[in-house]
């Protein structure tokens, strides 16, 4: 079946530690994208790659970092410079957006990793 | 001002009811409408997208006004199954600095139905 993994489900680290979350798709997805969400807060971009070795920041990349070397993969890792970096993270694709009107980019989400740092 | 406004509700309606969900947003260049619906502790999933002439699927109907910038969901003949939360979301026509086509996501709004 097609479709998004992230792993881990849960993950906890200390203050201070960086720690890499895992996104896979077998979608064939040109688009990735990372976003944080808070409890009672809305889905916030981090980062997004439209294409492989291309990477973009999104309206809170402070303290993160990300790589795009395989259009499958898109990891995202939380360095010690995010200040606080317990949230949900959701990584999602799409196909690569085509502009003009008809365009549509319908984003499909992985499961989420909930990262606590202790 | 909030690029994509939702009441966060709760919505707390019986079994059976009609419930209405409301969005507005700020960017008029806003091209693509979208509703999502997420569950508790889980990813968002499509609902449904939102066309100009607006559009139906089963119980849920969702709607368009571009002059108002406005963007509404009709559920009908609610279910148990309904109660998540349902999340408004645009993307924009214009390139900004590359973000074209990018999703903003409201808040959400939380439905829960009670038998």
């Known amino acids: 079946d097609g479709g998004i993994t992230q792993s881990p489900k849960y993950l906890f680290r200390k203050e201070g530690q960086n720690v890499t979350l895992s996104c896979e798709q077998n979608l064939n997805h040109d688009a990735m994208y990372w976003y944080r969400q808070d409890p009672g807060q809305g889905l916030r971009l981090i980062y997004y790659s439209q294409i492989v070795n291309d990477f973009q920041k999104g309206d809170i990349a402070e303290g993160y970092s990300v790589s795009r070397e395989k259009k499958e993969s898109f990891p995202l890792t939380v360095t010690s410079a995010q200040k606080n970096p317990t949230a949900f993270y959701l990584c999602a694709s799409s196909i690569r957006w085509s502009g003009g009107e008809s365009s549509y980019n319908e984003q499909f989400f992985g499961p989420g990793t909930r990262l606590t740092v202790l | 001002r909030k690029e994509v406004e939702q009441d966060p509700g709760p919505f707390n309606v019986p079994e059976g009811a009609t419930v209405a969900f409301n969005c507005t947003y700020s960017n008029s260049a806003s091209q693509s409408f979208f509703w999502y619906r997420q569950d508790c502790r889980k990813e968002p999933k499509l609902l449904m997208s939102?066309?100009?002439s607006g559009n139906e699927d089963g119980r849920f109907t969702a709607q368009l006004n571009r002059a108002s910038q406005y963007i509404s969901l009709l559920i009908r003949d609610s279910k148990l199954s309904d109660s998540a939360t349902y999340l408004c979301v645009v993307t924009l026509r214009v390139n900004y600095g590359g973000s074209q086509g990018n999703l903003i996501f409201g808040k959400g709004t939380k439905l829960s139905v009670k038998p």
């Open positions: 939102v066309y100009s």
